[in-house]
Nanobody, 117 residues
Framework: VQLVESGGGLVQPGGSLRLSCAASGFPFSRSDMSWYRQGPGKERELVATISSPRNNENYADFVKGRFTISRDNARNTVYLQMNSLKPEDTAVYYC???????????WGQGTQVIVSS
């Protein structure tokens, strides 16, 4: 299993970023996918999940209306569109899935997002 995030960077408050997670090594189209984040000095927290096969989306309250999770099964990629970014969105963002009969946690290496003026 491999999850490779990209798209992080430095953005001003109110700005936008789109994160991508390229997946391989497992049946992506049949897997629920999630984005988590871990801010400085904070615990890792769930940001958004997209299910398979219905593509149901669920969001943490702190990102509702600002972030959108989506997936492209043809490209084995999940995205996180982040709009109206706030300084408190500063974190390392991780792609996540549960793999196999044991539902083992699989994580990407993370991509840093810094929201600052």
């Amino acid at each position: 299993v491999q999850l490779v995030e990209s798209g992080g960077g430095l953005v001003q408050p109110g700005g936008s970023l789109r994160l991508s997670c390229a997946a391989s090594g497992f049946p992506f189209s049949r897997s629920d996918m999630s984005w988590y984040r871990q801010g400085p000095g904070k615990e890792r927290e769930l940001v958004a999940t997209i299910s398979s096969p219905r593509n149901n989306e669920n969001y943490a309250d702190f990102v509702k209306g600002r972030f959108t999770i989506s997936r492209d099964n043809a490209r084995n990629t999940v995205y996180l569109q982040m709009n109206s970014l706030k300084p408190e969105d500063t974190a390392v963002y991780y792609c996540h899935t549960l793999y196999g009969p044991s539902r083992r946690d699989e994580w990407g290496q993370g991509t840093q997002v810094i929201v600052s003026s």
